[in-house]
């Protein structure tokens, strides 16, 4: 049995985005500071985040899988908790 890309198999699970309540806030002054984007692109394994020229980062977080690498690797960068009840990623493949 063939698993697909990691990009194939994201696009499977289905995210019910909170428009009003993001669930992750990027304090940008602290990662142009730290250097912190090339980091947070680097380890994030759905890809929410994007280094920008001027040293901050882009983020998608509807696309976010909620496992808090960014948090762990980040903490003074990311604000990050779990999206409220009803909202966030649902898995459809294991």
């Not at 909170?18 to 759905?46: F, M």
Request: one cysteine or more; charged letters at 20%; glycine letters at 10%.
């Amino acid at each position: 049995m063939q698993l697909g890309t990691v990009p194939e198999r994201l696009a499977r699970n289905q995210y019910d985005v909170d428009e009003g309540t993001p669930h992750i806030e990027v304090h940008q002054d602290v990662v142009r500071r730290t250097g912190a984007a090339p980091l947070l692109v680097r380890i994030c394994p759905a890809h929410v985040y994007t280094a920008e020229p001027d040293g901050s980062v882009g983020f998608t977080a509807a696309a976010c899988l909620e496992c808090g690498t960014c948090l762990a690797v980040a903490p003074e960068a990311v604000s990050w908790h779990y999206p409220r009840g009803g909202f966030g990623v649902a898995y459809r493949q294991g």
